[in-house]
């Protein structure tokens, strides 16, 4: 089964069902494999193999199917189906991807075994994407039974230990980085990437271009789920920024956390065991928080 937020995602020049359909048909014409159809449609995003015989309703062959389905209005169409291979197409523009994921996981499990696969992928790059959930699984595969590998995609000091698989953009870049047999000249390619983006850092007065540019094209795991709203900040670097306060333990070590109080008509500093929210938004509007200083006067 493959599903995407709209249909645009999986029927159309070079979308993933119009490369299946050029698949199986090549298989029919050329290959020496079964090229009966028990159905065949793309209006209705459905194909089975198989074959009835005359004045039979039986059907026979392997009845193997692929279906397409629209779920980014209605994920409940994905509900209690089961099946060997889901495909999230495009998974950064959905708007609940974790929902999504949560709701194929008991289609491919049966209580500790797994007997088919789920296969989420695209970048998060656009004002649609819904950045969070997509940093949420591939940052923590084991909540979600995924293959964990070591993270030695992202810079040091940014995402996590752990990480689903990532594609660089140095690992499919043509133009000459690529040889006869499809291996990478990664140098070169890296390279190419790095000019790509300085020409556009400063040949461009739009901040969102790089940044898009950036997310559309990532060296790191960190690139590839930036958020590409338009902003006048430099999300690139705020992301940067970002990732060394979270893997840093001890950042705020040295924060003063208190508060101002007024004394002899003067204005001191007190220092109190007060919480500081550091991670935003919060769940409700409770939280008191508290006053820092970075740096005394």
């Known amino acids: 089964?493959?599903?995407?937020?709209?249909?645009?995602?999986?029927?159309?020049?070079?979308?993933?069902?119009?490369?299946?359909?050029?698949?199986?048909?090549?298989?029919?014409?050329?290959?020496?494999?079964?090229?009966?159809?028990?159905?065949?449609?793309?209006?209705?995003?459905s194909w089975q193999a198989g074959y009835k015989r005359s004045g039979s309703d039986v059907k026979y062959g392997s009845k193997n199917s692929v279906m397409g389905i629209i779920s980014g209005v209605n994920q409940d169409k994905l509900n209690g189906s089961r099946g060997v291979l889901y495909i999230?197409?495009?998974?950064?523009?959905?708007?609940?991807?974790?929902?999504?994921?949560?709701?194929?996981?008991?289609?491919?499990?049966?209580?500790?075994?797994v007997f088919g696969q789920l296969l989420a992928y695209g970048t998060a790059g656009d004002s649609q994407s819904n950045f969070q959930d997509f940093q949420e699984i591939i940052?923590?595969?084991?909540?979600?039974?995924?293959?964990?590998?070591?993270n030695v995609y992202d810079k040091e000091g940014q995402g996590r230990q752990q990480i689903t698989v990532f594609?660089?953009?140095?690992l499919n870049k043509d133009d000459g980085c690529m040889d006869k047999d499809g291996n990478s000249d990664v140098t070169k390619a890296l390279l190419e990437l790095l000019v790509d983006r300085y020409k556009i850092k400063y040949g461009s007065t739009d901040i969102n271009t790089i940044t898009k540019r950036i997310s559309q094209y990532p060296i790191t795991p960190q690139e590839a789920i930036l958020q590409t709203n338009n902003t006048m900040f430099p999300v690139s670097d705020l992301n940067e920024r970002l990732n060394q306060l979270d893997n840093n333990p001890g950042e705020y070590d040295d924060v003063y956390v208190g508060e101002l109080v007024q004394k002899d008509g003067k204005v001191e500093f007190r220092p109190t065991g007060d919480v500081?929210?550091?991670?935003?938004?919060?769940?409700?509007?409770?939280?008191?928080?508290?006053?820092?200083?970075?740096a005394m006067p």
């Not at 594609?167 to 140095?170: I, L, N, Q, T």
Request: hydrophobic content about 40%.
């Open 1 to 45: 089964m493959v599903t995407a937020a709209d249909r645009t995602k999986l029927i159309g020049t070079n979308q993933v069902l119009n490369v299946f359909i050029d698949d199986i048909d090549f298989c029919a014409k050329y290959a020496p494999f079964d090229n009966k159809r028990l159905q065949s449609s793309v209006q209705e995003l």
């Open 88 to 113: 999230i197409e495009e998974a950064g523009i959905f708007k609940d991807l974790l929902s999504m994921i949560n709701l194929i996981r008991p289609s491919v499990e049966q209580g500790t075994s």
């Open 139 to 150: 940052y923590s595969p084991n909540g979600y039974n995924m293959q964990p590998l070591d």
């Open 167 to 170: 594609y660089p953009a140095y």
């Open 276 to 294: 500081p929210i550091r991670n935003f938004p919060t769940k409700d509007n409770k939280l008191q928080g508290a006053l820092e200083i970075f």
